[in-house]
């Protein structure tokens, strides 16, 4: 069934895009620049990588699918193409997710995925119908310049807000609904790049385009800050357990996704375009690249091994990395001192660069000490001029400050990962952070229940393609003896 939906909706969203004129500004055209190569990458690799494949020509035919849905996506004007594309990006995926045919794993894995979206679907349609009716337009310029303007916002509004969260969430793999995001690594290389680096990522993209709806719904915004961060501690936590490769790039686009909604929901729209389009490349780069991993370890091994840093090293690299964050809030925010989105952005960079400074060691070699600095100063400065060009491809400024308790959440969050950091560093063997192993080892038990729940209500059919004969391989021939 899920090949004639894929198939009409691609037709349809055409037609839709020709009604409704496309919204070509710097945001979409950075969105279908960041698409098309990421795309050209993934489809270069994907020639030699699938080489020989049978079901080839199906990749190829629904890698196109989902590439054209997420151009229409990142262009569309009007609400309504904007939820079908999505509809359509997700089909084409489920029939890569399935490449494989014969392996159960990957079958019940791209059946979850496909309730899930299926469910997103409702409560997206559902926000798309309740903000059209309630505003009297789906033109995403319109319809968020028409709430503005409202001093009272309907109720039909606030609920089609906490719908268009619920259904970010549950597309973004956003915890207790991220198992099929694990489960999918039986998917192929390609796949598994185009899901990570593309379109998981949608959601985010949606809550950046309409920030101007949702910057006034307070409600909504502490909704995402909560999910936001609670997926991004839960999820980092259990990477920090993983050892294969793929896994753990799966929990950590899990909690990135997480923290693109709490971006999303203090307000820093910028930032989270800005770790949308790094998210991307990053992504695409590391599962592309996941094969020279045995290399690279190998190359790691010959360094050589630095003493463990102590609790002392720990707090002067806190307040080094709490200096330049200092300097990076100067610099990036000349006039917004009482702003707190800059003193939460400024702590949490802070926290992300104490770890890497506590690697310089006052008996290490100066030249390893000064690369390490400078490369902390070079990549907050970097950070800094990434941050006042994304803020420049935002369509219009937004005035949102987020509430207290939100900012609390946020600290809280990153304050809690930094402390586990600083532990599994001081006192790796601490009893506390052997009974926390134990639980991030096993997921925190969060998938176990949901996934008996999806076989129970709707098992999944272990459908099997006819596989494509595969071409004998030609011997050269023999010369004839004269």
């Avoid at 985010?204 to 101007?212: D, H, K, N, S």
Wanted: glycine share 6%.
């Amino acid at each position: 069934m899920s090949p004639v939906l894929a198939s009409a909706a691609l037709f349809t969203i055409p037609l839709l895009a020709l009604a409704a004129a496309p919204r070509l500004d710097a945001l979409a055209g950075v969105m279908l620049g960041l698409v098309t190569f990421i795309a050209t990458v993934i489809h270069r690799f994907a020639h030699r990588y699938l080489d020989g494949q049978p079901a080839a020509r199906h990749f190829r035919r629904w890698f196109v699918a989902a590439v054209a849905a997420s151009s229409v996506l990142v262009t569309a004007g009007d609400l309504r193409v904007l939820a079908l594309a999505w509809t359509a990006s997700s089909l084409s995926l489920h029939q890569l997710l399935t490449f494989f045919a014969d392996r159960p794993q990957a079958q019940v894995a791209a059946h979850k995925k496909f309730l899930l979206s299926r469910l997103a679907d409702v409560v997206i349609y559902a926000a798309v119908i309740l903000l059209g009716r309630a505003l009297g337009s789906y033109d995403l310029a319109a319809l968020q310049a028409t709430a503005s303007a409202l001093e009272t916002l309907p109720m039909s509004v606030h609920v089609a807000g906490y719908l268009l969260v619920a259904g970010v969430a549950l597309r973004s793999a956003q915890l207790p609904f991220h198992g099929w995001l694990i489960q999918v690594m039986e998917a192929p290389t390609p796949v598994s790049a185009l899901l990570h680096a593309g379109v998981v990522n949608i959601g985010g993209y949606v809550l950046i385009r309409l920030a101007g709806l949702t910057a006034l719904l307070p409600g909504v915004m502490n909704a995402m800050v909560i999910i936001g961060a609670t997926t991004a501690v839960l999820a980092a936590l259990v990477m920090m357990t993983r050892v294969t490769v793929k896994v753990a790039l799966a929990w950590s686009t899990a909690a990135q996704m997480g923290f693109m909604l709490l971006e999303c929901g203090l307000g820093a729209w910028e930032l989270a375009l800005l770790h949308l389009v790094a998210h991307s490349c990053y992504k695409a780069h590391a599962f592309l690249g996941s094969g020279g991993v045995v290399a690279l370890q190998a190359r790691r091994a010959l360094i050589p091994v630095t003493s463990r840093p102590t609790v002392a090293r720990w707090l002067g690299a806190t307040l080094g990395s709490a200096a330049i964050a200092a300097g990076f809030a100067t610099v990036t925010w000349p006039t917004s001192g009482v702003d707190p989105r800059t003193w939460v952005v400024t702590t949490v960079l802070a926290l992300a660069l104490a770890p890497f400074l506590a690697r310089i060691s006052p008996s290490g070699s100066w030249s390893v000490n000064a690369k390490l600095l400078g490369s902390a100063l070079v990549v907050t400065a970097l950070y800094a001029v990434w941050h006042v060009a994304f803020t420049a491809l935002l369509p219009t400024p937004v005035a949102f400050v987020p509430g207290t308790m939100s900012l609390l959440i946020a600290l809280g969050a990153f304050i809690a990962l930094y402390v586990v950091q600083l532990m599994v560093s001081v006192r790796p063997r601490a009893r506390a952070l052997r009974t926390l192993h134990t639980w991030a080892f096993a997921g925190f038990h969060l998938d176990e229940l949901f996934t008996r729940a999806t076989c129970f209500v709707w098992p999944p059919r272990h459908e099997r393609r006819p596989p494509s004969p595969i071409p004998a391989a030609r011997t050269p021939s023999m010369p004839r003896a004269a």
